[in-house]
Nanobody, 122 residues
């Protein structure tokens, strides 16, 4: 299984970006797909997750109301629409895929993408 993330870049505070992550390979029984981010010198943090069948969403507190996660099942792709970006959102964003019940949207994830850098200038 491979995850290919794209859409990162440089944006001014208050701006928007849309990240995409496409999954390929021997995919079956996707339970959740999610986004995490890791800022320089900090631990990786949960951003958002979406359940693959019902589309239920879960968001980290710092992005609630500003970011929106969505999916296209036919394309095995998950998106992250980021609005109202802040300098503190600057980080490498990773997508992740969870197969089967592995502890819910904030549980264990089986596969990770390579990361895409988002830089928000003040």
């Amino acid at each position: 299984v491979q995850l290919q993330a794209s859409g990162g870049g440089l944006v001014q505070a208050g701006g928007s970006l849309r990240l995409s992550c496409s999954a390929s390979g021997d995919i079956f029984s996707i339970k959740h797909m999610a986004w995490f981010h890791q800022a320089p010198g900090k631990e990786r943090e949960f951003v958002a997750a979406i359940s693959w069948i019902l589309g239920r969403t879960d968001y980290g507190e710092s992005v609630l109301g500003r970011f929106t996660i969505s999916k296209d099942n036919a394309k095995n792709t998950v998106y992250l629409q980021m609005d109202g970006l802040r300098p503190e959102d600057t980080a490498v964003y990773y997508c992740a895929l969870q197969m089967g019940p592995r502890g819910g949207p904030r549980g264990e994830f089986d596969y990770w993408g390579q990361g895409t850098l988002v830089t928000v200038s003040s």
